[in-house]
């Protein structure tokens, strides 16, 4: 890992989700999180101000040090334990159905294997328990797509892994869960990279 990745990338991407649109999303969302909840790619915490007092206890999992360090300095409202676990969304450390919620935000494109990644999810959620995710991807537009589709591969590189084109309901549900209320819109920003899936999905 270089100098870019282990260092400049992450303080990048902490400034960059910190703009008004990302902050609009995660009030819409967060607090719907109850219970025990895992974050999938925590980042560097910029969710943390929105769970509110309906949470127990909160597993944010990232694989990145760099990112999970500034999360930690952030504080989360209320009284809830936060553990923090520096590991791949392809492997959650968590026991099968101990989850009440779990929450992705703008984490899947990024993922090198996302269904595996909504498969863990699955496994880990109660029955009854609920995925909350808000996500950009591929747009329905044909002229928009095309433009995801060529800027993908050098986007990819630049923006640590992030795809452009990844169709998330689909995910979802091939990862076996029934989507109870999915909003698709584009942010504000340049359309091919702010098409957004933002819904609620409960295990099949």
């Excluded at 609920?130 to 797509?145: K, S």
């Amino acid at each position: 890992m270089g100098l870019y990745e282990r260092w400049l990338l992450p303080r990048l991407l902490d400034l960059a989700m910190r703009n008004k649109e990302a902050t609009r999303y995660r009030k819409k969302m967060i607090p719907a999180a109850r219970g025990r909840v895992l974050e999938i790619g925590a980042g560097s915490g910029l969710n943390l101000p929105f769970y509110d007092a309906g949470v127990a206890r909160l597993y944010a999992v990232d694989p990145s040090a760099a990112l999970l360090g500034m999360a930690r300095r952030k504080r989360a409202p209320g009284a809830f334990p936060v553990e923090f676990l520096e590991r791949a969304a392809e492997e959650i450390p968590l026991e099968t159905r101990t989850i009440d919620t779990v929450v992705t935000t703008w984490t899947l494109c990024t993922v090198p294997d996302a269904l595996r990644a909504l498969r863990e999810a699955r496994r880990v959620l109660r029955p009854g328990g609920a995925l909350l995710f808000v996500e950009h991807g591929l747009a329905p537009d044909p002229r928009v797509e095309r433009w995801q589709r060529r800027l993908n591969p050098y986007w990819r590189r630049f923006a640590g892994g992030c795809n452009l084109d990844r169709r998330i309901d689909r995910l979802v549900r091939e990862a076996g869960f029934e989507i109870l209320d999915l909003e698709t819109e584009y942010a504000k920003g340049p359309r091919p990279f702010t098409y957004t899936y933002c819904g609620r999905a409960r295990p099949a």
